[in-house]
């Protein structure tokens, strides 16, 4: 079965800096790995998707993640964080056909001025 | 661009009443979900369904809970008695491949409010 670790709850970063958000998972076999953004009172957005073409990923609003299988690992990145960067980030695996999307306890970004 | 429908954004409703969450997930997908956030917390899974019918579910999903797609288009969530515990912002989702190299995409919520 599979599982979602993200390592920390909470990632504070000002803006113009980098950011760094940790997804590590669990599989039986070769997933399907997603990264949503979830704003304030709003539904979740896909930000970028991982499906077994390139190991690097790019997506929207300049975000980034790379699927490290040795690692287990598919962690977020964006080179310059803005103040609309502050949300909620979810990591979510699926494995196969019909299974559902298994969500990480997700990470909260907060950018500083 | 397509999307997925959720209404209504928010429902109040007594503790013990039967509710009814609807959602138009998009036109051509196959696969659709039902997840929930409770306030602070993950989000969790509850069920899923393919052809008709429910094809995974979670502990979550017991017998208070019922799936269906009346009519083609809408799928709904019928929470039959209410708890307090079910207050959560309730996610519909809809993909076309069920999950290997593709997205779910998802509705912007219906926060239900049991008092």
């Known amino acids: 079965a599979q599982s979602v670790t993200q390592l920390d709850s909470h990632v504070s970063v000002s803006e113009g800096t980098p950011v760094l958000l940790r997804c590590n998972y669990s599989s039986s076999y070769s997933p399907s790995l997603f990264w949503y953004v979830q704003h304030p009172n709003k539904g979740l957005q896909l930000l970028l998707k991982?499906?077994?073409?390139?190991?690097l990923v790019k997506g929207i609003n300049g975000f980034e993640a790379e699927f490290k299988k040795s690692e287990t690992s598919f962690h977020l990145t964006k080179p310059s964080a803005h103040m609309s960067d502050a949300a909620e980030y979810f990591c979510?695996?699926?494995?196969?056909?019909?299974?559902?999307?298994?969500f990480g306890p997700g990470t909260r970004l907060s950018v500083l001025p | 661009e397509p999307e997925v429908t959720q209404t209504p954004s928010h429902q109040v409703t007594q503790m013990g009443q039967e509710v009814i969450l609807r959602c138009v997930p998009i036109?051509?997908?196959?696969?659709f979900y039902w997840y929930r956030q409770i306030l602070g917390q993950k989000v969790e899974f509850l069920v899923s369904f393919y052809n008709n019918e429910i094809s995974e579910k979670s502990e979550i999903f017991d017998d208070q809970f019922s799936v269906e797609r009346p009519d083609g288009s809408n799928f709904t969530l019928k929470i039959r008695s209410t708890k307090l515990e079910d207050s959560a912002m309730y996610f519909c989702?809809?993909?076309?491949?069920?999950?290997?190299?593709?997205?779910?995409?998802f509705g912007q919520g219906t926060r239900l409010t049991v008092v």
């Open positions: 991982y499906t077994s073409a390139a190991t």
């Open positions: 989702a809809s993909s076309d491949m069920g999950g290997l190299n593709t997205e779910a995409f």
């Open positions: 036109s051509n997908h196959l696969y």
């Open positions: 979510v695996v699926s494995e196969s056909y019909g299974q559902n999307f298994v």
